[in-house]
């Protein structure tokens, strides 16, 4: 498969197996001399060439594909976008708020950070259903189309709430934004998957410690809502996130990792998409960092840290 990007720094280096993958999910094509190209219309322009390096991170290059906007969305045979005031779908929601929807989607408290795009993106590769809460629903429409649907509104309101979780089975928190602690029912979720940054708030030491002094309460209390509240949970505890191209290390697992090591926030998000395929029978918690390990299968590895996990109990 020949794939050509376009964009505005020099001689980038061959897509990944994962670029690659999300790029034949979202273009549609099939078969195995299939080729795409395509240039965005509102990113500055990029070339792929097989021989050369690239600093384009993988999130940014399918975002450039996705903001290439309706036209290359229609022809690559995504689905046309939603109106932008919401339309009928929206309405058609509303109106059947008494009724239960199926639930199989995965909501991600915060799809408007960089985490919480990069947590998107590897969902999308999963070909999952996604909501996302944001603050400006018209730009989230605009950015991913329908491959996300969007929900703005006052978390403090349990009726933005109920709306929010309507066929959720599944909740991603990216952020300690204290959004478990303003739910009050979670009945009919499955799974939460909390990324956490308390390891490395606890082994802060000096005036970073007493920066990160409120940080690490909140994280405190995020993790304590998620264990005590009866929901199988998977706590990634990570090492400090760092904005470098995911894939290109391996992982390293040891307790105490976390609290100074660091990971690339793409690999953050791949391993929290990743924790969603294995549900716990009751919590599983552990710390990761970029090391030396290559796990080439996430689903076994996670049901061998279950197996631990309970004989530890």
């Excluded at 009928?88 to 799809?111: C, H, P, W, Y």
């Excluded at 490395?200 to 994280?219: C, D, E, F, M, P």
Aim: glycine letters at 8%.
């Amino acid at each position: 498969m020949l794939i050509q990007l376009t964009s505005s720094s020099p001689s980038p280096s061959l897509p990944s197996r994962r670029e690659l993958q999300c790029l034949k999910l979202l273009s549609g094509i099939e078969g195995p001399h299939a080729s795409l190209s395509f240039i965005p219309t509102r990113r500055p322009f990029t070339r792929c060439q097989a021989n050369n390096e690239d600093n384009t991170s993988f999130t940014d290059r399918i975002l450039d594909y996705i903001e290439g906007g309706p036209k290359l969305r229609k022809w690559y045979g995504a689905p046309d976008l939603l109106p932008k005031d919401g339309g009928a779908k929206e309405t058609q929601e509303d109106d059947s708020s008494d009724v239960e929807d199926i639930r199989d989607a995965v909501l991600l408290t915060d799809g408007e950070s960089e985490m919480g795009q990069m947590v998107i993106l590897s969902l999308i590769v999963k070909r999952s259903r996604i909501k996302a809460l944001v603050k400006d629903k018209r730009a989230a429409v605009e950015a991913f189309g329908t491959y996300v649907e969007p929900v703005a509104g006052d978390t403090n309101e349990s009726s933005f709430l109920k709306k929010a979780l309507r066929g959720v089975r599944s909740i991603i928190c990216t952020e300690h934004d204290g959004f478990l602690s303003k739910v009050k029912d979670l009945r009919g979720i499955e799974h939460i998957v909390m990324l956490s940054q308390l390891a490395v708030y606890r082994g802060s030491t000096g005036l970073q410690a007493i920066i990160n002094g409120n940080l690490k309460q909140i994280a405190e209390k995020d993790e304590e809502l998620v264990i005590s509240s009866g929901i199988p949970y998977t706590i990634i505890r990570t090492g400090s996130l760092q904005s470098t191209l995911g894939g290109q290390q391996g992982f390293s697992f040891k307790e105490g990792v976390a609290e100074k090591g660091r990971i690339s926030k793409e690999d953050a998000a791949m391993i929290c998409v990743e924790a969603l395929g294995t549900v716990p029978h009751k919590g599983l918690i552990f710390e990761v960092a970029n090391g030396e390990e290559q796990i080439s299968d996430w689903k076994a590895w996670f049901e061998e840290q279950l197996k631990i996990a309970e004989q530890q109990r």
